[in-house]
């Protein structure tokens, strides 16, 4: 599902030269599996992800996707797949606040394969939101926002799941169940789920897990 | 339903200064069209007004005067010529009908002119229009103290068939100088859109020997309406009059006498038209700067749109087509400026001039100009838009951790 080899990003140093955030050499996923990658702050692992979703570039190295090799393909192609192959769920989750909760996942929906908004609906009532469909996201609880994100996320059927610590903001009752809701409906869908965290209690839940810094051999990180 | 989405949930989140925005390009809308509607009605108008006459024939002076005195009734008459004149040029085999009018008396400023019953007898003020009263109503006895009102004048006036009134001398209303001659109105006249709707027609030999009138002018006329009997006879009559006397003017043709008014003019037209080209472009860069304005606030949303997938294209398009929906508004908005504008201008000049100009006669200007405002408006909206499609996603989401 998930086949990255030799990925280098870096940043220009303002000491002159450049910084290495991520040097990954060779790093897999295979479809339906969940794996849990354990870094600290400052790690680098946001960008890996980002690098994995194609929103920012990478200065060499391969990202595969399905069998597409993403780093190989034009902006306008890469974004297609983003939206159609995978789902981000971001630390902040990142709605669009002018946007109503339908909307949000609609919206998301409409890069890819196109909007449903009857599928959207049955998502957002599967994560308990079928009753908001029209409130805004600074209408709803930060537990509840989560769960739009995560809904947005899955909406397309996405091949690959990305979490960057995504119950970050939660407490600890409300991140097990957030948790627990991504990783179940990531297993219907049969989707992969790669989440970054730092937090050994979320980390703890997952059979598969790996520290971050074995995989990314950057100096600078 | 992706980009209306966005274009209505952007617009809806900037509401106040969609609103401001979309305002000032209907107020340059509206200020175009009417502006351009205006002087091109306007002069259509008045060099088509001959009221059914070729040329004018009046005392020595300005032709422009005496086309606007005896036509339009604007102005002061010139002066006046000997009745002998009238008779002389009514003689004339070029001449195919002269009419005779006399001025210097109003009602509550609205013109006396004393003329003959043939006026509204046999001369058609359009191609196969003639004068006809509204019912009940006839023409004044020329030896009579009667008087038959235009549309306008009788309606402002308040006056109907049976009405008396004392006349006010002079062309400009005073309570003080008032005739002690009573008239009875026996007619009003139909509505014909031309200064006549603004006269009250006397008989002329009641306005010639109206008590406080010179007596020793008492039978001189105003000026003298002429229909030729062909165009040459109107350059023939020009040499006779204009360059081999020296006493009277003949002014002719009379469209052209009018339409070197407005050339006269033409500067002030230009003002008004550069004054609302200004506003229309200062118009579509308050779209710039609007939107360019609100870029940093709705970065964040722009960068969440490109994770979720949107191309660059979509962005730029969306921010585009934003600008363009704001200028629509605006457009929409702009015909009902055009209207409250169009309608107070119209009102102004027939009031003054009984030249009536038709708010929604068909002009390319009514929908090129709003066009042209959508067009600029999204012209001002590249600028933001190419902003937001550089927009860097994942530095804009999050730091690098």
Redesign the interface.
Known sequence: MLAVSDLLKSYPSPEGGRVEIVRVSAFGLAAGAQLALRGESGSGKTTFLNLIAGILAADSGRVAIDGTEMTALGEPRRDRLRAEKIGYIFQTFNLLQGYTVLENVVLGMSFGPGADRAHARDLLGRVGLGHRLDHFPRQLSTGQQQRVAVARALANRPKLVLADEPTGNLDHKHAGESLALIREVCRENGAALLLVSHDEGVLSQFEQRRDFAEINAAKGA | ??LP??IY??L??HALSTVITAGSIALASGLLMCVWMVKTQSQAAFTQTTTGFDAVLGARGSKLQLVLNAIFHLEASPGNLPYADYEMIKRHPAVKAAIPIAVGDNLRGYRLVGTLPELFQTVEYAPGKKYTLEAGGKIFDPDAKEAVAGSFAAERLGLKVGDTFHPFHGLVYDEKNQHAETYTVTGVLKPTNTPVDRVIWIPLHGLQTMSGHDPRAATDVSAVLLQLRAPTAGFMLDMLYNKQGNRLTLAYPVGAIIAELFQKISWFDQVLTLVAYLVALVAAGSVLASIYNSMSARQ??LA???????????IFGAVVAEAACIGALGAVAGYAIYLALFAGVAGIIRTQTGVVLEVFAPHPVLWICPLAMIALCALGGVVPAFKAYRTP??ET??P??
Do not use: E, F, N, Y
């Not at chain 2, 969440?304 to 979509?314: F, V």
């Open positions: 339903m992706t989405l966005i949930r952007s809806r989140q964040r949303d969440i749109l490109r994770a979720l997938g949107a191309r660059r294209r979509t996603v994942a989401l999050a690098v951790s």
